[in-house]
């Protein structure tokens, strides 16, 4: 089977290398291009009036700052998430494979299976931390998601060490 375009899931932790990697070969092998795509979490405004009372002024300027500098808080993470992905993107470029990056805010599974099937892809790379039992059921599984939801081939990565030979993107961002 051909894979012409590969959307790849990369979180910020150590497993995004092996990730990566992974997906290198593959591109490499099937002469395919890449979207390097990864998902921010935001917090909801819901929780945050959880945490901030309601009727005063005081509790509205509050409210008002704290939205503000979770704004700025994103921005920053906005920015450091690009730097990281334009990491990779060079990366996978130097190898003469087509890459392109991408981001989104939301819940992962739901983001990664969207943007895949919006880009075209005709299969997703994620990776897997490996949770079982209940830290699975309690923590969630994007994987496990994709693999339900997805409208193209996924390929799972289990968690492994980073590849020797490969410069992690994490080290710079």
């Known amino acids: 089977m051909l894979f012409t375009k590969i959307l790849v899931a990369l979180d910020r932790s150590p497993q995004a290398a092996v990730v990566f990697a992974e997906a290198l070969e593959v ?33 509205v300027n509050m409210y008002h700052a704290a939205k503000q500098i979770q704004r700025e808080n994103l921005q920053k993470e906005i920015e450091q998430v690009q730097d990281w992905l334009q990491n990779y993107c060079q990366q996978a470029t130097a190898k003469d494979i087509p890459t392109e990056f991408d981001y989104g805010l939301g819940e992962p599974g739901a983001l990664i299976c969207d943007r895949a099937k919006k880009w075209g892809a005709d299969l997703i790379i994620v990776g897997r931390r490996g949770h079982q039992g209940l830290a699975e059921v309690f923590l969630g599984s994007v994987s496990n998601y ?23 993107a994490t080290s710079k961002a």
């Open 27 to 59: 591109a490499h092998i099937e002469g395919s291009s890449l979207m390097l795509f990864n998902c921010l979490h935001s917090q909801n405004e819901e929780s945050m009036a959880s945490f901030i009372g309601i009727g005063t002024l005081a509790d």
């Open 146 to 168: 994709v693999v339900h939801h997805a409208h193209c081939s996924v390929l799972v990565v289990q968690g492994a060490a980073v590849p020797d030979n490969l410069e992690t």
